[in-house]
């Protein structure tokens, strides 16, 4: 399992940026998705989740609304649009995985991709 995201960036508050995940390695479009985020001296949080068709996806509710995530299975990738950037929105960014391999949950994560939002 590869992932590689990119997109990241500085961006002035109220500005947008897409972030995308090239996938390799595994069926992608079996698996369920996630957009996890990691600001300095917080914990990792869950920002968005998209099931493996695209058909469902939920939102921390810190995001609702400016957020959106989404998939192109066809191509292997997943994408966060994020409207309306908020400095609290600062952080590096990562797409994950997961997998199920003998009752034990293995995760897999990209190296992430920074972003910083500030005047």
């Known amino acids: 399992v590869h992932l590689v995201e990119s997109g990241g960036g500085l961006v002035q508050p109220g500005g947008s940026l897409r972030l995308s995940c090239a996938a390799s390695?595994?069926?992608?479009?079996?698996?369920?998705m996630n957009w996890h985020r990691q600001a300095p001296g917080k914990e990792r949080e869950l920002v968005a989740a998209?099931?493996?068709?695209?058909?469902?996806?939920n939102y921390a509710d810190s995001v609702k609304g400016r957020f959106t995530i989404s998939r192109d299975n066809a191509n292997n990738a997943l994408y966060l649009q994020m409207n309306n950037l908020k400095p609290e929105d600062t952080a590096v960014y990562y797409c994950?995985?997961?997998?199920?391999?003998?009752?034990?949950?293995?995760?897999?994560w990209g190296q992430g991709t920074q972003v910083t939002v500030s005047s």
């Open positions: 998209i099931s493996h068709t695209g058909g469902s996806t």
């Open positions: 390695g595994f069926t992608f479009g079996s698996y369920n």
């Open positions: 994950n995985t997961w997998s199920w391999t003998r009752g034990v949950r293995l995760e897999y």
